[in-house]
Nanobody, 121 residues
């Protein structure tokens, strides 16, 4: 059973920083794209950032220049470094992974349960 588990959320003041982590647990041989999405209260889930296995990145306009996505392929992890946080960044942040392969299975897409980030003074 493969799962995505996020950590690192919490309460931070405007202008502060947080780093989110996501680990894919299980006997994984490879993962294609990984990314972070967020869902604010009453809004649709939206892409924050994504990264290919080779390290190519893509960011949503509201976070460009403030957030950095990275990954550790050896340990099946993806990170989101968030700087200069704004109140509008408050949301549940979900980890996402595409084309996860184990020795016996292939998962087209998986989602983590999410971690809450609250930006407030």
């Amino acid at each position: 059973q493969v799962q995505l588990v996020e950590s690192g959320g919490g309460l931070v003041q405007p202008g502060g920083s947080l780093t989110l982590s996501c680990v894919a647990s299980g006997s994984i041989s490879s993962i294609n794209d990984m990314g972070w999405y967020r869902q604010a209260s009453g809004k649709e889930r939206e892409l924050v950032a994504r990264i290919t296995r080779g390290g190519r990145t893509d960011y949503a306009d509201p976070v460009k220049g403030r957030f950095t996505i990275s990954r550790d392929n050896a340990n099946n992890m993806v990170y989101l470094q968030m700087n200069s946080l704004k109140t509008e960044d408050t949301a549940v942040y979900h980890c996402n992974a595409h084309d996860i392969r184990t020795m016996y299975s292939r998962y087209p897409e998986l989602w983590g349960q999410g971690t809450l980030v609250t930006v407030s003074s």
